[in-house]
């Protein structure tokens, strides 16, 4: 995990999440929908915490964990600049493979949205989701981020100079049969592991969940270029809003999880 910690320790995610803030939208109208109106959730893999300051904001007790101290760092300063810091009740450097610093059975809901795009052996990826289900209370809510495999061959077909090694058939073949994707160019987004997306609710299930639903969390809105997004912008705030609207809507529609840049599954930990 050295390569995600060198990258993610460097890259503004909360500065991502603003400049593409579709994906941050729909997911949270879908984590308001499941998610109990009180109670202690956790932001595992939380990154600089903007969806932990949400939650907080919304009066949750809030508990967070990441891989790389600069995020960590981040999400504590965030709380304390925007006077969250009483909804809290830790913020920890933990790998999401080994939540050993938290007990058994404690979060209403649990977030994890970002490891297992990083978790490119199975086993890793099967140890984090027992993680995740030992801290989440029984009938707890989870919402677990993927990023679909035949999204990221359309990427690289459609711009094979930004996703090298993916720049020449051979590579995307083998990328379809593993879905496991290193960067050739140090510094960009690299050791990332893409679901195929019919795997992921038997994935979550076989590990003691009971799905709820599976989202497109950009969607259909993912083919719109920055041209394109400006129009519907400048056609006003009303129907700027109906697209987002829109959008919301259609995450739900199982035909356009392939297109969409992130997934997101929402699940219920069985009794």
């Given at each position: 995990?050295s ?10 995610e909360?500065?991502?999440?603003d ?11 879908y ?10 959730v ?7 915490g ?5 939650l907080?904001e ?14 960590v760092?981040i ?14 009740d ?7 493979r ?43 809510i ?5 990023m ?5 061959v ?9 996703w090298?090694?993916?720049d ?13 994707f ?8 690299t ?9 992921i609710?038997?994935?979550m ?12 969390s ?17 056609r ?32 219920k930990?069985?009794?």
């Amino acid at each position: 995990m050295s390569k995600a910690i060198e990258y993610y320790s460097t890259f503004d995610e909360w500065g991502r999440l603003d400049r593409e803030p579709l994906e941050f939208q729909v997911n949270w109208h879908y984590i308001q929908k499941y998610l109990p109106k009180t109670g202690k959730v956790l932001d595992n893999g939380a990154g600089p915490g903007k969806y932990a300051m949400k939650l907080a904001e919304q009066g949750y007790r809030v508990t967070v964990t990441d891989l790389v101290p600069r995020l960590v760092g981040i999400a504590e300063d965030k709380a304390k600049e925007l006077d969250l810091s009483n909804q809290f009740d830790g913020f920890h450097i933990a790998d999401a493979r080994n939540l050993t610093v938290l007990e058994n059975e404690q979060f209403d809901g649990s977030l994890m949205m970002g490891p297992m795009y990083h978790l490119q052996s199975e086993h890793d990826r099967d140890t984090a989701i027992k993680e995740l289900y030992r801290v989440t209370k029984k009938n707890g809510i989870v919402y677990i981020a993927f990023m679909p495999r035949i999204k990221h061959v359309l990427s690289s077909l459609l711009h094979p100079e930004i996703w090298k090694p993916n720049d020449n058939m051979n590579s995307i073949q083998k990328f379809i049969r593993t879905g496991e994707f290193n960067h050739d160019d140090d510094g960009r987004f690299t050791g990332a592991y893409y679901f195929n997306v019919e795997e992921i609710k038997p994935f979550m299930e076989s590990h003691g969940f009971e799905t709820l639903n599976l989202i497109g969390s950009t969607n259909i809105g993912t083919l719109l270029s920055k041209e394109q997004w400006e129009y519907w912008k400048n056609r006003g705030e009303d129907e700027f809003t109906q697209l987002i609207e829109l959008l919301k809507e259609t995450a739900t529609y199982p035909y356009v999880l392939g297109v969409s840049s992130h997934l997101l599954y929402i699940g219920k930990k069985r009794e």
